[in-house]
C-alpha cells in the first residue's frame, strides 16, 4: 500500500505562485507514474500532469505547470506559476505502479487532496 499526502496549498493572489508536494510512504514510489489532478466545485475530476517512473513529464496544458520528483525523498512535485482564480480547486496526487496515464480511474492511490484557492 502506498500512502499520500499532499500538502503545500492555501490562498493565494491571482498572478502568484506556488508549489504543491506529494509525499509517499508505505513503498517507495520510484518505479511509480505519479499523476496530479484537481477538482472545482460541481467539476469532475480533471488531468493536470503527470511524470513517469523516469521522469518523463506529460501535462494537460503547457505553460503555468511544472511536474517534478525526487524519487530519494519520494515526493512529487506541482509548480503552478501566474495562478488564475480558475485555477481554484483541491489538487490531488495519485499513483500507479505502470505507465503514465491521463484517466483518473488508472490510478491507484491517492492522496486527501489540498485546497488551493487564488483570489482575484
Known sequence: QVQLVE???GLVQAGGSLRLSCA???RTISRYAMGWFRQA???EREFV???SWSSSTYYSV???FTISRDNAKDTVYLQISSLKPEDTAV???AAREAVVARAAS???YWGQGNQVTVSS
Open 62 to 64: 503547457k505553460g503555468r
Open 24 to 26: 509517499a510512504s508505505g
Open 49 to 51: 500532469a503527470a511524470i
Open 106 to 108: 488508472s490510478y491507484d
Open 41 to 43: 466545485p460541481g467539476k
Open 91 to 93: 489538487y490531488y496526487c
Open 7 to 9: 500538502s503545500g496549498g
